[in-house]
């Protein structure tokens, strides 16, 4: 059997370095895909021979095409492909919001995914076999007030993700997404020092009482593109201790004071 090899974009830090972490010790050889190649090194000597650090800008077409390129002549294949690199919106009333910003991170993740899947894809549908992940958010499930480009960017890989899963299921390439709830990332902490969030009121909104740590994200991510999830194609798939599920007024939880 040939070496399984993953491509992960965003794999530099937060739920994207936990995906390569769980995917190398399941045995996978893993290109972490980032803008922040320095960062991208790092993390691919840290998990040991065989895995390679690639640098991207997944908004940018002629990047994607080389990135594909390059783990074309390197690795011969590729098994599965997560699409995990994102950037946070502005947090700003709608209002005084700018369209720049909002153009950014609908190029990040709507685009962005559309390329990686559309390069990619080229690759798994010509060997009829691959398993792609993408990565949405509650904000693409649920409305958030201010949060309408982050939103729409995560609606829309939903939409992508059934689309494609749709017109690639007869090459044997199963497409699927996750829709995670609050991750504990620098990307929420920062958000949280920002005083954008408000980590305790976040907590009591999920039913299972905490945020998700990476590895929660990663090992769904894993499950996903394992032949355990053969039959499995075009799903969204919540990781949100039950932020979704959750319809009735009020805390669904204690949060942090369970434990206490
Ligand atoms: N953290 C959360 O609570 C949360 C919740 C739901 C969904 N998500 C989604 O999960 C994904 C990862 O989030 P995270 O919290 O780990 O973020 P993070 O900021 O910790 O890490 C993001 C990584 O993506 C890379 N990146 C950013 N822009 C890029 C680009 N244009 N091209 C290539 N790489 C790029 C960064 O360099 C970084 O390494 C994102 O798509 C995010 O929207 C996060």
């Known amino acids: 059997m040939s070496e399984r090899i993953a491509v992960i974009t965003g794999a530099a830090d937060g739920i994207g370095w936990a995906m390569a972490q769980v995917f190398a010790e399941a045995g996978y050889r893993v290109a972490l895909a980032d803008l922040d190649l320095e960062n991208a090194k790092e993390r691919a000597a840290g998990l040991g021979y065989g895995h390679q650090a690639l640098p991207v800008d997944v908004s940018d077409e002629q990047a994607v095409v080389a990135l594909a390129a390059k783990v074309g002549e390197t690795f011969g294949h590729v098994d599965a492909l997560v699409n995990n690199a994102g950037i946070s919106d502005s947090h700003l009333p709608t209002l005084e919001q700018d369209v720049g910003q909002f153009q950014r ?5 709507l ?13 798994m549908t010509a060997r009829q076999q691959g398993a792609i992940v993408n990565i949405s958010s509650i904000a693409g499930l649920g409305g958030m007030p201010r949060r309408n480009g982050y939103g729409a960017a995560k609606a829309g890989i939903v939409a992508l993700t059934r689309s494609l899963a749709c017109e690639w299921a007869r ?4 497409v699927n997404a996750i829709a995670p709830g609050y991750v504990a990332t620098g990307l929420v902490r920062s958000l949280a020092e920002a005083g954008k969030i408000d980590i305790g009121k976040i907590e009591r909104r999920v039913p299972l009482g905490r945020l998700a ?6 090992l769904s991510a894993f499950f996903l593109v394992s032949p355990a999830a053969a039959y499995i194609t075009g799903t969204v798939l919540s990781v949100d201790g039950g932020w979704h599920a959750f319809g009735d007024f009020g ?3 204690l949060g942090k004071e369970r434990q206490t």
């Open 251 to 253: 805390d669904a939880s």
């Open 213 to 218: 740590e990476p590895e929660d994200i990663a």
């Open 111 to 123: 685009k962005g995914t559309f390329l990686m899947c559309r390069e990619f894809g080229r690759l």
């Open 105 to 109: 991170v609908m190029d990040v993740h």
């Open 171 to 174: 090459y044997g390439v199963r």
